[in-house]
């Protein structure tokens, strides 16, 4: 399988602060399983929010799908961008809009027809458990019933890179392992998963998943236990 | 068609409804108030001068000026006699020798009683538009020194305070217009502003920036329309009441102001105009205001 994300070299500062990352160089293999642990502030989301096209780097390269993600035009960001989910640490739901709409919204970003949105909306409902809340908006639903909603939303429209940040913050042990258990089945189907966690035993349950550990703003290689950096040349 | 109407709904949902939305709705209903009276006056004073125009083009005078008085009087019956002979004419009529000196006395006391004097022969000939050119020929072969005048002349301060009239409610239109872009631009910027989190989730998500302007961009035509169609009617309801008190005035410059049905469908048709503006002005600013950002 082909590298689908190569970071090289790539430093980002917000304004005129500190580099928050520095000297980041990694490779992504296409259908590959990836965790991303670090402390708090060490710079995780910052990495992902490079990886999602959020932030462009403020020196090295990111390479996306083969491409420069660094000097994309404006225009072919859409596209690029739903080929990525995206679970946000901040869930970042719209309130106005009930589950289903929230669900359904990357579907009809990407100009699906409506008669062909409803039966996988549903069904994306019912694996995260939440069948009954179909019609609620977010602010009436716990921050683990959010969370289960936006992880549907980033998986609904079947990216081929599936970033995920915390996704399982705010969920009991039960429903974290079921969480999982979805990514592990996109997985199998060809989807590249990064996972940003604190929770070891989350990383435990995925044997064959690489660990990726940033810390102070850089990665660095976890004693032994699992590779890093994944694939690095 | 379910499928669209539905999509079209969470749109629109996808940015609440806010109060901002009938403050929109009532500027434009001002706007459109206003754009449709100018636009009514402009219209009104256009057929007014029409009318002018029309029966000015055929209105014409000959004016000789001779100083014997009796070949000034056959003259002027050749004249008359040739006139009446040019195809298109309809009317020849000498104007009245008493009329004129009642006319001149202030100026000139009872001598210009005096049969002697080298009174000028006015000769008012009512034709078709196209034959004032050969009035003018038939007019000189009689008598070379003949003058010719469209009898335009004495209403032309009326004919151009119309045009005048015209300009500036076409100027009021146009700076009216102007006003509803710069409304549409606030708004559409106030709009990304307020839901910039919601914007930003959707580019996230993929969404164009195309796909964000439509957004905004069907907001402010409904607004527009909602809001100018209300304004037109009252302004329309104040133009129909002029109308018929025009009319009444017998006047045949103010009663020429009545507007024909394609004048009425103009003023419909503008509050579609401004709607269409608002939505150019809407696209414009969130493209090129999105268009900066990453
Ligand atoms: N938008 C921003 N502007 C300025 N500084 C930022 C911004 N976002 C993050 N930072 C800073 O960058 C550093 C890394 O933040 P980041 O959110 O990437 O950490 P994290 O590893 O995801 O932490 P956590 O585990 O708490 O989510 C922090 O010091 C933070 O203050
Ligand atoms: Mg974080």
Redesign the pocket.
């Known amino acids: 399988m082909g590298n689908i994300v190569h970071f090289e070299n790539v430093g980002l500062r917000?304004?005129t602060?500190p580099e928050?990352l520095s000297d980041v160089s990694f490779t992504l293999t296409a259908g590959g399983f990836y965790f991303l642990t670090?402390?708090?502030?060490?710079?995780?989301?910052?990495?992902l929010?490079l990886l999602y096209l959020a932030q462009r780097p403020t020196r090295g390269a990111v390479r996306l799908f083969g491409e420069d993600a660094g000097s994309l035009p404006r225009a072919r960001l859409p596209g690029f961008r739903r080929r990525i989910g995206v679970v946000f640490?901040d869930f970042r739901l719209l309130p106005q809009l009930s589950a289903y709409d929230n669900v359904a919204l990357p579907l009809r970003v990407a100009g699906v027809r409506e008669s062909e949105i409803e039966a996988p909306v549903l069904e994306m409902l019912a694996w995260v458990g939440l069948s009954a809340r179909v019609t609620a908006k977010p602010p009436t639903l716990s921050g683990g019933e959010q969370q289960r909603i936006a992880i549907a939303r980033a998986v609904i429209a079947r990216p081929e890179i599936l970033v995920a940040?915390?996704p399982t913050g705010n969920v009991d042990p039960d429903m974290a392992d079921r969480l999982l258990h979805l990514f592990e089945a996109l997985n199998r189907l060809g989807t590249t998963i990064v996972v940003?966690t604190?929770d070891m035993h989350l990383i435990g349950r995925i044997p064959r998943a690489q660990l990726m550990r940033?810390e102070k703003?850089r990665l660095v290689d976890p004693s032994g236990l699992l590779r890093h950096p994944p694939g690095a040349a | 068609m379910n499928g669209y109407r539905r999509r079209a709904a969470i749109d629109l949902r996808l940015l609440g409804e806010g109060q901002r939305s009938w403050v929109m709705a009532g500027i434009m209903a001002i706007m459109l108030f206003l754009t449709v009276l100018a636009g009514a006056l402009g219209l009104g004073v256009a057929r007014s001068a029409g009318g002018i125009d029309r029966q000015l083009a055929g209105q014409l005078t000959v004016q000789l000026v001779e100083a014997d008085a009796s070949a000034r009087d056959v003259r002027a019956r050749a004249l008359v006699a040739a006139l009446g002979r040019v195809p298109g004419v309809t009317r020849v009529r000498e104007a009245d020798r008493a009329e004129l000196a009642a006319l001149l006395r202030p100026w000139l006391g009872d001598a210009g009683l005096d049969p002697d004097l080298p009174m000028p022969v006015l000769i008012d000939v009512t034709a078709s538009p196209g034959a004032a050119a050969q009035v003018a020929a038939a007019a000189r072969r009689v008598a070379p020194a003949a003058r010719v005048d469209g009898s335009a002349r004495w209403l032309s301060p009326v004919r151009g305070l119309l045009a005048t009239l015209f300009w500036v409610a076409i100027a009021l239109v146009l700076v009216i217009a102007a006003a509803t872009a710069g409304v549409a631009l606030l708004v559409a910027r106030a709009g990304l502003d307020t839901h910039r989190d919601t914007i930003d989730v959707l580019h996230m998500l993929g969404s164009t920036d195309l796909q964000v302007a439509r957004l905004l961009q069907r907001r402010i035509a409904r607004d527009t329309l909602l809001g100018g169609a209300l304004g037109t009617l009252a302004a329309l309801a104040l133009v129909a009441l002029f109308q018929t008190r025009l009319a009444l005035t017998g006047s045949e410059v103010l009663g020429g102001a009545t507007l024909a049905p394609v004048d009425w469908t103009l003023l419909l048709l503008l509050p579609i105009g401004f709607a269409l503006l608002a939505t150019v002005a809407t696209r414009m600013t969130v493209l090129h205001t999105l268009g900066r950002k990453l």
Not at chain 1, 38 to 47: E, F, H, I, M, P
Request: hydrophobic share 25%; charged share 20%; net charge neutral.
């Open positions: 917000y304004g602060g928050t670090g402390a708090s502030g060490a710079g995780k989301t910052s990495l929010k640490q940040d915390e940003a604190h940033v703003g």
